[in-house]
């Protein structure tokens, strides 16, 4: 019996994405470039069946989740701060760039439709924040930055949705120009509107759920109830379900019990991580058959409208930062938001403008065909994004180290001073706490004493982690200490459980606590 094709294509993407996974760190590039390449190359494997993606299962499988979790994660109080920087690079940025990207591709493939050209400029106007990010917050960049990259880019995931979806429309619809602006009021306000009902509804029923896993459940399903009615409807599936996650988020979590926290967020992280990288392995495994579709297409043609439109939008995001954005500044009433956003910050923020998986998302989600015909140019600009993705990761990506470094804005160590002092905050609280409770005589001496001791050893690590000096040869014996104890125990729980003294369930409770200890563990926690 010979393997069913579904099961070669899930097998590939597995080997795919372990391999990139270990290949990354190595070589030191952003993983999706390797699951591009790897998968790319998977794709004309001998006995490889050709890879057709319908569009439903992108808009349905990867959008609502991915566009929930940016909304949900975000941090309101920053994002509120640098609200006008955001605002004008997710609204007024994006809709220059769909349009910039649109003329420069018909410019360069004169046989596409405005609508088709719009829809591909609407994929290539969001910017994906994570490998920017990371790598910023990897070498201590400014946090402002990080913020406003993060704020900019859940917002312009939903304006070029919106663009995106009315190009849709558009394909089979004879729109003017004031139908155009009443649809989109009507597509924005009530996906916002409906939304936030979602977010409310969904409020009240968290906060009666104790159950970690029914909390999980619920959490998963919020992004789809957000999407699906409000796309029935007519509305903005990705702005409802963008509002829904942020009404959610910004209130105590999401309504989380502390039991419910790390796995929510551990869940949340592994989904978004596997969305992430099926996208691009499923874009790599495409390549086949984007590339038979490309045939009647001369590749110096190509190249040069790849060329084009890369260079367009790049030059647009540059410019925007450098230029317009802090003109932002002379609109009415008080704007400090630019008070200390110096040029060399502005040049960051427009060079950290790579495209990643909502650009892919977007663009695979175009129609095979309208009202029975083919929809003439859907593999060229599938081709086109695609690219300019790869271009903008290895382009800016890997680039955006050396920029921070000859910008000198990758040696602040304000981040990790910050945390640290939080937690010395909280944990000389807790200490305060113990000691109340021993003096009211809630605790007896022996009970205050343990937990005392432990939240002092917590404090004399944070204390040398904030030292100016701090004794790292101390810090590293601390560490093999914790590392030898919880070795210990785990071999002690191994032999009693292979002894008949303890139950599996036993072993598995008690061994989660000693994960919890395990610094190496700790680490990857948080």
Known sequence: MEPSPLFILGLAGTVVVLLSRALAGRLGVPEAILLVILGGVAGFLPGMPEMHLPPQVVLLGFLPPLVYSAAFFTAPREAKDDAVPIITLAFGLTVVTTFAAAAAARWAMPGLSWAVAIAFGAAVAPTD??????????????????????????????????????????????????????????????????????????????????????????SLLTPYLAYVPAENLGLSGVLATVAAGFYLGTRGEGMLQSASRLPGQLFWRTLIFLLESALFVLLGLQVRGIVHEMAGHTWPHVILAVVVVS????????????????????????????????????????????????????????????????????????????????????????????????????????????????????????????????????????????????????????????????????????????????????????????????????????????????????????
């Open 129 to 218: 924040p994570v490998s920017a990010t990371s790598i910023l917050q990897r070498l201590n960049a400014p946090p402002r930055i990080v913020t406003i990259l993060e704020g900019e880019s859940l917002i312009n995931d939903g304006v070029a949705l919106t663009a995106f979806g009315l190009a849709m429309e558009a394909l089979s619809t004879s729109y003017t120009p004031g139908h155009g602006l009443l649809r989109l009021a009507e597509v924005v306000v009530g996906g916002v509107a409906y939304g936030l009902a979602v977010g409310f509804v969904i409020s009240r029923i968290r906060r009666r759920i104790r159950d970690p896993r029914s909390q999980i459940i619920v």
């Open 311 to 526: 260079v367009v939008i790049v030059a647009v995001r540059l410019a925007w930062a450098l230029f317009v954005f802090p003109l932002a500044r002379y609109l009415p009433g008080r704007h400090l938001d630019f008070d200390h956003l110096p040029w060399p910050e502005r040049f960051v923020i427009g060079w950290s403008g790579m495209r990643g998986a909502i650009s892919l998302a977007i663009v695979l989600s175009l129609p095979v065909a309208v009202h029975g015909t083919p929809l003439r140019g859907r593999g060229e600009v599938i081709f086109l994004a695609a690219v300019i993705a790869f271009v903008t990761l290895i382009g800016q990506a890997t680039t955006l180290p050396a920029l921070l470094r000859r910008f000198g804005l990758a040696e602040s160590d304000r981040n990790r001073i910050e945390q640290m002092k939080a937690r010395r905050a909280v944990i000389e609280t807790a200490l305060t706490r113990i000691d109340e409770l021993a003096e009211k005589g809630l605790v007896d001496d022996r009970t205050a004493r343990t937990f005392r001791h432990l939240y002092e050893d917590r404090l004399e690590r944070v204390r040398a982690e904030l030292d100016d000096e701090p004794d790292e040869d101390r810090l590293a014996d601390a560490g093999m200490v914790r590392r030898e104890i919880v070795r210990a125990q785990r071999d002690k729980l191994r032999r009693m459980y292979h002894k008949g003294k303890i139950s599996a369930d036993t072993r598995r409770v008690v061994g989660r606590r000693l994960d919890l200890e395990d610094p190496d563990i700790r680490k990857g926690v948080g």
